[in-house]
Nanobody, 122 residues
Framework: QVQLVESGGGLVQPGGSLRLSCAVSGFSLDYYAIAWFRQAPGKEREGVLCTSSSDGSTELADSVKGRFTISRDNTKNTVYMQMNSLKAEDTAVYYC???????????????WGQGIQVTVSS
């Protein structure tokens, strides 16, 4: 079975940090791009960042530049998103997804994790 499982979410105060993990089973990350999306209440799902397996390049949404980074450990088949300087506006359910190449459009992705809640509040 192909699965993406997110972990590491929770409640954090503004200015704090979290690291989300996306563990992949059923296939290798070696030849795929992996992206993080988020969906806040009342809003559509939006792309946060993505990393390409071909050249390691990344694409980031303007709202998270300078605060979020993505990395991968192919030996563990796990992708990480480090989230620093968190703001209340970052509160959302976060999803990881894979595709052959990076895209900011959720419609381009076929395989998704179930999502994990991140709440930024004092």
């Amino acid at each position: 079975q192909v699965q993406l499982v997110e972990s590491g979410g929770g409640l954090v105060q503004p200015g704090g940090s979290l690291r989300l993990s996306c563990a992949v089973s059923g296939f290798s990350l070696d030849y795929y791009a992996i992206a993080w999306f988020r969906q806040a209440p009342g809003k559509e799902r939006e792309g946060v960042l993505c990393t390409s397996s071909s050249d390691g390049s990344t694409e980031l949404a303007d709202s998270v530049k300078g605060r979020f980074t993505i990395s991968r450990d192919n030996t563990k088949n796990t992708v990480y998103m480090q989230m620093n300087s968190l703001k209340a506006e970052d509160t959302a359910v976060y999803y990881c997804a894979i595709d052959e190449s990076c895209s900011s459009l959720a419609l381009d992705y076929d395989i998704w994790g179930q999502g994990i809640q991140v709440t930024v509040s004092s």
